[in-house]
């Protein structure tokens, strides 16, 4: 049997997943390493090649991309007695950033074959899976602004077109959040709720999230002019928007959220369900190779 599955998305970062993976497959064949490998073909075809996976006996398995392929990886591994890899060969590598995962070829694969596994929290969202940051508002306008240059322009500079289009209109949202015995009811340029420090390609919206706590963290950046929003925004990137009077932060392991209006939610870069949504924990769902505490 082969001792490692790759799950390889070729058209991550603009196509140098695929390349990295090239060098990858070197590395295997001189360490006389037994793999397999599939291709993704089509979106959640990463996800139905686990399952598939899966069922055919492999317990490590690697998924070779940027975020969306990882978290398409991880929901068919979770809750399962299989151990997931990543080599983050995307453009964002938002999980692996707090993972603290290698991005280059021969370091990633080092901690694929020699890393410790660990026990990594998971969420959901009305049932859907998520492995490192859901939300919406601001941050979905984004990603749905980016969509719109992707065939033009490669790498980040679809991301930061698109923020500057978002930016042009921001929107608030009237949320009701309810977590523990609290509610807040305000008007919201965003939420987001994760395990991971990081989305958007590094910005650090929360700033002090722990994928291994057993708790969310909870940002939300209340309504305020365009100017206000422009001063702010370095913060996110630094993790530094902590303790301002626009922002509030808590930890849980379960939020619901109402919205007066639709409102499409982002789950781990892809966005799909609508609010009202509850977000729930699954403490523990996935075992992930890591680097070696040793």
Not at 1 to 23: C, E, H, T, W
Not at 32 to 42: D, E, Q, S
Not at 68 to 77: D, K, N, P, R
Not at 197 to 210: E, H, K
Request: charged share 20%; net charge neutral.
């Amino acid at each position: 049997m082969d001792d490692y599955f790759f799950i390889v998305n070729p058209v991550a970062g603009s196509g140098a997943a695929l390349r990295k993976f090239a060098q990858v497959e070197q590395l295997l064949k001189q360490k006389c390493i037994r793999y397999g490998k599939a291709l993704t073909t089509a979106p959640q075809h990463a996800a139905a090649l686990a399952k598939q996976a899966l069922a055919r006996g492999k317990t490590r398995i690697i998924a070779v991309g940027g975020d969306g392929t990882v978290g398409e990886v991880a929901s068919a591994l979770c809750n399962t007695s299989a151990t997931m890899g990543i080599l983050p060969f995307g453009t964002g590598n938002d999980l692996a950033r707090t993972l603290c995962l290698p991005t280059q070829p021969e370091e990633a694969l080092g901690v694929v074959l020699g890393g410790d596994s660990r026990q990594v929290d998971a969420g959901e969202a009305n049932g859907k899976f998520f492995i490192n940051e859901a939300g919406f508002g601001f941050d979905v306008d984004v990603l749905q602004c980016t969509e719109s240059f992707k065939k033009r322009f490669t790498g980040m500079i679809p991301y930061l077109l698109g923020l500057v289009r978002a930016l042009s209109h921001l929107r608030p949202l009237h949320l009701t959040i309810r977590y523990g015995e609290q509610t807040l009811e305000q008007d919201s340029l965003l939420i987001a709720v994760g395990n991971g420090r990081f989305f958007g390609g590094g910005m650090q919206v929360l700033p002090n999230a722990c994928p291994f706590d057993g708790q969310f963290d909870v940002c939300v950046v209340k309504h305020m002019t365009l100017g206000r929003f422009l001063a702010i925004l370095p913060r996110f990137v630094k993790g530094k928007h902590i303790g301002l009077p626009e922002i509030t932060y808590f930890r849980t392991d379960a939020v619901q959220v109402d919205c007066t209006t639709e409102s499409p939610l982002n789950l781990d870069g892809e966005v799909g369900l609508n609010v009202p949504v509850t977000f729930r924990l699954l403490p523990g769902a996935l075992r992930v190779l890591l680097a070696s505490q040793a």
